[in-house]
Every structure is written in C-alpha cells, then in structure tokens.
C-alpha cells in the first residue's frame, strides 16, 4: 500500500488495518515518517542508507556493506594501477556526503580522497600526483565522490553554481578530473565507476547484526505503543530517537573530524593541501 500524507489529521494508515508502519530508509524517508508521525500515524523509523547521512544515528545500516563494495574495487584497482602506472580514479557514490567515499579510501589505500564537504582544488590534487611520480610511485589512485566539488564552485552562490554544473561537458566529475590530471602530468588517468553496485548485493556481517539489533528495538517500542521515534545507534547503544529531531538534518563530515585527520596523517591528500 502507498499511504497519502494526510492534510487533516486522518489516519489513513489505520484504515488499511496498519497498527504501525515501519519505515525504512534515509533522510528523505524519515522527513516523510515525521509529517505521518504529526498527522497521528503511529510510525516507528529505522534508519537504512549507504549514504550513512542520517542524523541522530552513528551508523545505518547498509552502509558497511557499500564501504567493503567500494574498497573491494579500489583493492583490486591497485594491481592494475601498480602493472601500469597509471592514475585511477574510483568514482565513489555520495552527492551530498562522503562518508563512503572516505571510508572506502582508507580501506582501499587510496592516495586521494575527494569528498562534497572539503572542495577541491585541482593544482593541489596535480601537485600531489606530481610528488608521487617524483618520488617514484607511479601510480596514484584516487577515490573521489560522485558529490566532490572544486573550490571554485563551491565559492558560487547556489543558483549560479547549479548551473555552472549543468555545462559541465562531462558524464560526471571524475571524467573532469580525469582530463586535468592527464593534461598536467601526462600520464594516462582511468575512470572506474562500480556505481549501483555499490547499492546492491548480499549484506556483510557487521550490517546484519546492526539491523537485526534495529529489528528487535523497534519491535520493542511498538509493544511500548512508543511511536514517532526512530532507532539509532549511538555510541553502540541502540537507542530511540525522536523522528521530529533528526528529519530533515543532514549528517556530513567535519572537515576536521578525527578520521580525516588520521587519513591526513597516514599521507592521504584531500585536495585542499597549499
């Protein structure tokens, strides 16, 4: 059944037999279980994306399974990467947060990591590669977010830098980069995008303790007749928070959050170094 948010308070989930509705998903499906919730829906939200941008909770489920996808590839991107010399890009999703694109990059040994919430700028990515090939590594491999934005666009005011993106003449960022890193270097630079992949799949270990954990609270709170709440977890607890606040907040990476900071140390260039 697909269930209307209602304008005047009905419950139209009650008028199809629904005690509760479980609704599973990330921030766009949880802002639409709020408004169920403040219409009198008894919704209990558990929270399920790659992205794992949904506030209120440490991790999502999913999200983990996507992280081991996406470092598999950049895993395997390194035999051919290192046999050829050649820079690699692994486009990485994530158009709004980098989460998986950091954590994969760390994973998989990435020498570059390019995500939406620290812009880029290209001459520091070349200098980097340029340091690299200097120094007698061969190759470089990026791992770079579908959502990774150069300085210079970032600076724009929204509308202007929405329609800077649009002329873009280019299936999608990495391809850009791509073009300027072989343009400056001259070395040969390769795209990979496992894309949907990322998304599908068996789930691993971690993500299916996480959701079964997440099954059994939500089950709990609805015995509770505890509605309008989400699970989460937080600081390995598994807890409830309420739906009204966490919809609709995003759940980004601080430019100085410590697992950034640990990849700077361990030699991993953000793209933002002078």
């Given at each position: 059944h697909f269930l209307r948010i209602p304008d005047k308070g009905e419950n139209n989930g009650k008028e199809f037999g629904?005690?509760?509705?479980?609704?599973?998903?990330?921030?766009?499906?949880?802002?639409?279980?709020?408004?169920?919730?403040?219409?009198?829906?008894?919704?209990?939200?558990?929270?399920?994306?790659?992205?794992?941008?949904?506030?209120?909770?440490?991790?999502?489920f999913g999200f983990?399974?996507?992280?081991?996808?996406?470092?598999?590839?950049?895993?395997?991107?390194?035999?051919?990467?290192?046999?050829?010399?050649?820079?690699?890009i692994v486009e990485v999703m994530g158009h709004k947060v980098g989460w998986l694109t950091l954590y994969a990059g760390i994973a998989g040994g990435a020498d570059v990591i390019l995500i939406p919430e620290i812009p880029y700028d290209i001459n520091s990515v070349?200098?980097?590669?340029?340091?690299?090939?200097?120094?007698?590594?061969?190759?470089?491999?990026?791992?770079?977010?579908?959502?990774?934005?150069?300085?210079?666009?970032?600076?724009?005011?929204?509308?202007?830098?929405?329609?800077?993106?649009?002329e873009i003449a280019y299936p999608s960022i990495s391809y850009k980069i791509a073009k300027e890193i072989q343009d400056a270097t001259g070395q040969e630079t390769r795209v990979t995008v496992p894309g949907h992949f990322q998304r599908g799949g068996s789930p691993d270990a971690y993500d299916r303790v996480l959701?079964?954990?997440?099954?059994?609270?939500?089950?709990?709170?609805?015995?509770?007749?505890?509605y309008g709440k989400m699970v989460a977890l937080v600081n390995n607890k598994v807890v409830a928070v309420p739906l009204e606040e966490i919809a609709g907040k995003l759940k980004a990476v601080p430019a100085d959050h410590e697992i950034v900071a640990a990849a700077r140390k361990m030699g991993i260039a953000f793209g933002d170094e002078k």
């Amino acid at each position: 059944h697909f269930l209307r948010i209602p304008d005047k308070g009905e419950n139209n989930g009650k008028e199809f037999g629904f005690d509760c509705i479980f609704t599973l998903g990330g921030d766009g499906t949880q802002k639409s279980a709020r408004d169920l919730s403040t219409k009198g829906e008894n919704i209990i939200g558990v929270p399920k994306t790659i992205d794992n941008d949904l506030w209120g909770t440490d991790k999502t489920f999913g999200f983990q399974s996507a992280v081991d996808i996406a470092t598999n590839v950049i895993d395997c991107i390194h035999t051919t990467a290192t046999s050829h010399g050649r820079v690699f890009i692994v486009e990485v999703m994530g158009h709004k947060v980098g989460w998986l694109t950091l954590y994969a990059g760390i994973a998989g040994g990435a020498d570059v990591i390019l995500i939406p919430e620290i812009p880029y700028d290209i001459n520091s990515v070349i200098n980097t590669i340029k340091k690299r090939t200097e120094s007698g590594k061969k190759f470089s491999i990026l791992a770079v977010a579908e959502g990774a934005i150069s300085k210079e666009l970032a600076a724009m005011p929204k509308k202007k830098r929405k329609a800077a993106m649009a002329e873009i003449a280019y299936p999608s960022i990495s391809y850009k980069i791509a073009k300027e890193i072989q343009d400056a270097t001259g070395q040969e630079t390769r795209v990979t995008v496992p894309g949907h992949f990322q998304r599908g799949g068996s789930p691993d270990a971690y993500d299916r303790v996480l959701s079964t954990r997440f099954g059994i609270a939500a089950a709990e709170l609805i015995i509770n007749g505890d509605y309008g709440k989400m699970v989460a977890l937080v600081n390995n607890k598994v807890v409830a928070v309420p739906l009204e606040e966490i919809a609709g907040k995003l759940k980004a990476v601080p430019a100085d959050h410590e697992i950034v900071a640990a990849a700077r140390k361990m030699g991993i260039a953000f793209g933002d170094e002078k």
